[in-house]
């Protein structure tokens, strides 16, 4: 599940702020549930949505913690959530004005028209998938995460350096592996797997120590396909351009510019850093590893 890397988009969130600025209230919102006005050409009643007036969201069936919870995408719990109805409250729609659909990953990425305008589901933005679809800018950096089982000698571990003797794995072609041999850089050779349920088959069977995925696998394998799963800990970013996950929408949608804007209008504001310390920081037991 872990993807390759994603764009840079700086001097878009430095356009988006300037824009957004100029129609928010005066009053700041509180970060995370922002209701600023869009600007004038990415106003409800002008965007082109799949049902005019209201902004359709499309998400998997089901979805996890903490993106999510309970599998209800419209509840507003859980990161993602949060996320899409602050981006909806960026474009001036309200919470009843959101309809949310449930579309399939693979589908959501796949080429040909889309039943949603946007979809939220931990899509890291890569070239390959940039091909069939559009991407907004990312609202999330990815962070890729060691994990274990119960009784392994890493299950205690508090950084690097007690990583420094362990044996590691991870799929192949992944960042997960580049973060093993250019963070880690574990005394022994990281081992290759062709995906992950590979790697976690080895990781049961005591083949490796540990594994590192990508933070959302960690989260789903050590809650449900692990027997004692245990996230030692986050790792700090490779070098390079970090991974990041962006909103899905269709192929040159008309909207993919207005939903970007949003986007790094909330991580101007500080609203996208509340709703990751309010959702992700510490959850589960995923602390840093220095």
């Excluded at 996890?64 to 959530?81: L, M």
């Excluded at 001036?92 to 979809?119: C, E, H, L, M, S």
């Excluded at 989260?219 to 790792?235: N, P």
């Excluded at 996208?272 to 992700?280: E, I, P, R």
């Amino acid at each position: 599940m872990s993807s390759p890397l994603r764009s840079t988009v700086a001097g878009a969130a430095t356009l988006a702020v300037l824009v957004l600025a100029a129609c928010a209230p005066q009053d700041e919102p509180t970060p995370g549930a922002s209701t600023s006005a869009a600007p004038a050409a990415c106003a409800p009643g002008t965007l082109k949505t799949v049902t005019a007036g209201k902004l359709t969201v499309a998400t998997d069936d089901p979805v996890y913690p903490p993106w999510f919870a309970d599998n209800k995408p419209d509840s507003g719990q859980g990161f993602e959530s949060a996320v899409a109805y602050a981006v909806a409250a960026k474009l001036g729609y309200a919470k009843d004005q959101v309809v949310w659909v449930r579309v399939t990953f693979n589908a959501a990425i796949a080429p040909g028209a889309k039943t949603f305008d946007f979809d939220i589901n931990e899509f890291s933005i890569t070239p390959e998938r940039r091909q069939a679809v559009d991407f907004s800018a990312p609202y999330y950096d990815v962070t890729q995460t060691v994990i274990t089982v119960k009784g392994s000698k890493i299950a205690g571990a508090k950084s690097l350096a007690d990583l420094k003797h362990a044996k590691l794995g991870a799929q192949v072609g992944t960042t997960s592996y580049r973060a093993i041999t250019e963070i880690v850089k574990p005394d022994a050779a990281p081992a290759v797997f062709n995906n992950n349920d590979d790697a976690k088959k080895q990781l049961q069977n005591g083949t490796v120590d540990g594994i590192v995925v990508d933070l959302p696998t960690a989260f789903y394998m050590t809650g449900a396909e692990l027997d004692g799963g245990v996230i030692v800990g986050q790792l700090p970013q490779p070098s390079g351009t970090p991974e990041q996950f962006g909103l899905v929408l269709d192929k040159g949608s008309a909207l993919t510019s207005c939903v970007s804007q949003a986007v790094d209008a909330l991580r101007a504001d500080g609203s996208l850093d509340a709703l990751t310390k309010q959702w992700l920081a510490g959850v589960a037991g995923a602390p840093t590893l220095g």
